[in-house]
């Protein structure tokens, strides 16, 4: 595709239901990545892929975070049993390769709403 | 201290001036440096980055790296109205884990 695609634009749920958000890299790209960004704060790193392997997940909030990737080309993050203070805009970016970080392009973002 | 620290602003500059931006951060051995730049809901973009000590330019922007101070910074010159947004610092740290600050808000007016 010709950039980063997320679904839904928009999600609003309420507490305790689990959701998934989808994320489509740009086509090649090896390097996945997931953020999360609250209204005026900067991004919060959640989790990476390279291939379909996470080989960094330091920054899943809790365990009720889940992120996976296959065939090397979609993600989807799950959050279960939502929480009001989960609310936020969820990023995903790709790039060719997570070597250098370089040129992480990001998609529109989901922005969830927990009632 | 934050990992990466950026003055929230907002930073408000008349057209035309220069606006500059400021980030510091905690990892000495940092070699990395990205600016973005976010409109209101909007993702971020890249702009510039930057991995040696000193000055880069590409067109009116200018970043400048000072390794030893530990702080990166964001020129903005003959700043117009379109570039009024978000400006996020993100590093590189502990060799592999790219840290955004929290962003510093430019508005620039006509």
């Known amino acids: 595709g010709a950039g980063v695609s997320q679904s839904p634009s928009n999600k609003v749920t309420e507490k305790g239901k689990d959701v998934e958000l989808r994320c489509d890299p740009i086509?090649?790209?090896?390097?996945l990545y997931w953020y999360r960004q609250s209204l005026g704060q900067g991004l919060e790193f959640l989790i990476y892929f390279q291939g379909n392997s996470a080989p960094d997940k330091s920054g899943l909030p809790s365990d009720r975070f889940s992120a996976e990737r296959t065939g090397g080309s979609v993600s989807t993050l799950t959050i279960q049993r939502t929480q009001q203070e989960d609310s936020a805009v969820y990023l995903c970016a790709s790039s060719i390769t997570s070597g250098t970080h370089l040129e992480q392009f990001f998609g529109p973002g989901t922005r969830l709403t927990v009632l | 201290q934050k990992e990466v620290e950026q003055n929230s602003g907002p930073l408000s500059v008349p057209e035309g001036a220069i606006a500059s931006l400021n980030c510091t951060y905690s990892?000495?051995?940092?070699?990395?440096f990205f600016w973005y730049r976010q409109y209101s809901g909007k993702s971020p973009e890249l702009i510039m980055f930057?991995?040696?000590?000193g000055d880069k330019e590409d067109g009116r922007f200018t970043a400048q790296l000072n390794k030893a101070s530990q702080y990166v910074s964001l020129l903005i010159r003959d700043s117009q109205p379109s570039d009024s947004a978000t400006y996020l610092c993100?590093?590189?740290?502990?060799?592999?884990?790219?840290?955004f600050g929290a962003g510093t808000i430019l508005r620039v007016k006509s």
């Open positions: 990892d000495r051995g940092s070699q990395s």
């Open positions: 086509s090649g790209h090896t390097a």
């Open positions: 930057i991995y040696s000590n």
């Open positions: 993100a590093v590189i740290l502990y060799g592999n884990k790219l840290v």
